[in-house]
């Protein structure tokens, strides 16, 4: 399914965005793309809409793995782009960047010779920008959360990122509303940085990357509306808010999803209250999460 793509010594010189539908891509982020594209020059820029995104999936992977996006619900583009960005820096490799994010240092003073795979950590102290961030109950055995993956910046070929296509990979075939969720959350754990940082972490002692603090290290600007939060204001309707399965399920698994939904309520009642019969608070679903 995930073919195996030669493992490349450098960082190609190209820049990647992508939005889907493009026909929908806001004036501020239209115009956020023409910047990064000026911003580097002596780079090759590449912008993907949708075609331009299937054309690429079934050129390199086939189509079984165009199979994968028509499985994902066109209320969710974001999943779409997720498993797109993570087939393309595994093929091509180079810099990818979310269309509301920049880089503000020249990238070739940035990246050495000799990196391979650039890995960051939100800036989420208590005193510090986005102060909460990246921390989920799956990743709690990583003391600063989730990795960044609203930029990638790799080689072609690196192993983490096959690792990653194929963790996404089979929690689409696993999906269950009732069980993996919907909304911010359910992208969270389906396609965004919790399996991208339950791919990568075990891996991590094993294939060459470099580890910064985050983003800023190299220049990188996660949203150009400052406030973490401001761009879903200004860009209307955001998937978060959003209750519709992610992936289109079978009759059964509809079927299903009621039962496992009253089940999970019982255990969170009998869970509060054990924790009120003992005097403690209940406990927060999760923790701060990124936009």
């Not at 986005?130 to 989920?136: E, L, R």
């Not at 929690?171 to 269950?176: F, G, S």
């Not at 509303?177 to 991590?204: D, K």
């Not at 290290?217 to 509306?225: A, K, R, T, V």
Request: net charge positive; aromatic share 10%.
């Amino acid at each position: 399914m995930v073919p195996s793509f030669p493992e490349a010594a450098r960082i190609p010189r190209v820049l990647h965005q992508a939005y889907w539908p493009a026909a929908n891509l806001p004036k501020e982020l239209a115009e956020n793309v023409e910047w990064v594209r000026n911003s580097h020059p002596h780079w090759e820029h590449r912008f993907y809409d949708e075609t331009a995104i299937l054309n690429f999936v079934r050129e390199h992977y086939g189509q079984r793995m165009v199979r994968y996006f028509e499985r994902i619900s066109p209320a969710y583009p974001v999943v779409k782009v997720d498993l797109f960005k993570y087939l393309l820096m595994y093929q091509a490799g180079g810099v990818y960047l979310d269309c509301k994010s920049r880089p503000t240092l020249p990238l070739d003073e940035v990246l050495g010779p000799d990196d391979r795979f650039i890995l960051s950590h939100w800036r989420n102290g208590e005193t510090e920008d986005f102060a909460g961030f990246g921390f989920h109950k799956e990743l709690s055995h990583m003391p600063r959360g989730e990795y960044e993956q609203w930029h990638i910046v790799a080689a072609p070929g690196h192993p983490f990122l096959r690792a990653v296509i194929q963790r996404v990979l089979r929690n689409i075939d696993r999906y269950n509303p009732a069980l993996n969720g919907a909304g911010q959350h359910g992208v969270l754990r389906l396609s965004g940085p919790i399996p991208y940082a339950l791919a990568i972490e075990p891996l991590r002692a094993r294939h060459p990357h470099r580890q910064i603090s985050d983003a800023t290290e190299i220049g990188l600007q996660y949203s150009i509306f400052g406030n973490p939060f401001t761009h879903r204001k200004q860009l209307g309707s955001h998937y978060s808010d959003r209750q519709d399965p992610i992936v289109e399920v079978g009759a059964l698994t509809k079927a299903s999803a009621p039962l496992i939904h009253a089940a999970k309520a019982v255990k969170k009642a009998l869970r509060r209250a054990r924790q009120t019969a003992k005097g403690a608070q209940p406990q927060k679903a999760e923790t701060a999460e990124a936009a």
